[in-house]
Structures are given as structure tokens and as C-alpha cells.
């Protein structure tokens, strides 16, 4: 099975349990891999066969941006289902971060992987 990714999607969003953090929006890093076949795309060279990536960086992005989740993981899945509605898609991992949201760390998350058969 071939991927396709988006990498270092930076959005700024609502998400945590905290009072603090759903006051204003903060940094949200998102990475998302799909899984789908892209024989057919690189013999035709056209974007209808292929998973439009700048297309589902947009829904990915507004998602996060609205959604005013309360954690990474419910954020994480609601991304994964977004994926897993793309024409041709089969499999997807997405990785959720907040960076900077814990002392002393660069960035905290999860990552999931979810396919369309689940």
C-alpha cells in the first residue's frame, strides 16, 4: 500500500481540560499518513485519481481550528475519520500535538491509526 502525508500541519485551535487553555486558541502540530494505492494516479497524472492532499490539509485544518476538542485523542479521531471519507483511502495514522504544553518537553500527543474496515 503507497502514503501519502502532511507533515507539520501547524493550526492554532481550542483544545485541553483546563480552563486556561480553552480561553484562547493555541498551537496545534498535526501529522497524517494515508494509505491508499496510487498506481492508477502515476499512470494517468491526473488529480482525480489521487488523494488531494492540499484538499484534506483544508478539512484537516478547519476541523482542528473549530472543533474546541477537550483532548488530543478526540481530536486525533475526528481527524482520522476525516481521512478514512477520502476517496481511496483504506488506512491512516494521524499524531496530534500540543507543543510546548508540558514543562521541560518539546511537544506532547498520540498517534492512532485507524483503517476503514474498523
Not at 492508477?40 to 488531494?52: F, Q
Not at 478547519?62 to 476538542?69: D, K, L, Q, V
Not at 488530543?72 to 476525516?82: G, P, R, S, T
Not at 481521512?83 to 491512516?92: D, P, R, Y
Amino acid at each position: 500500500m503507497d502514503k501519502v502525508f502532511i507533515k507539520d500541519l501547524l493550526v492554532r485551535g481550542i483544545i485541553g481540560i483546563r480552563e486556561w487553555e480553552r480561553e484562547k486558541p493555541q498551537d496545534i502540530l498535526i501529522n497524517v499518513t494515508v494509505f491508499t494505492d496510487t498506481a492508477r494516479a502515476g499512470e494517468s497524472d491526473d488529480i482525480n485519481d489521487c488523494v488531494d492532499y492540499s484538499a484534506l490539509s483544508k478539512k484537516i485544518s478547519a476541523h482542528a481550528e473549530t472543533a474546541g476538542r477537550l483532548t488530543v485523542e478526540a481530536l486525533a479521531n475526528d481527524l482520522a475519520k476525516i481521512c478514512l471519507q477520502e476517496k481511496g483511502v483504506q488506512k491512516t495514522i494521524v499524531c496530534v500535538e500540543k507543543p510546548g504544553a508540558v514543562r521541560f518537553t518539546k511537544s506532547v500527543g498520540v498517534e492512532l491509526e485507524r483503517s476503514r474496515n474498523e
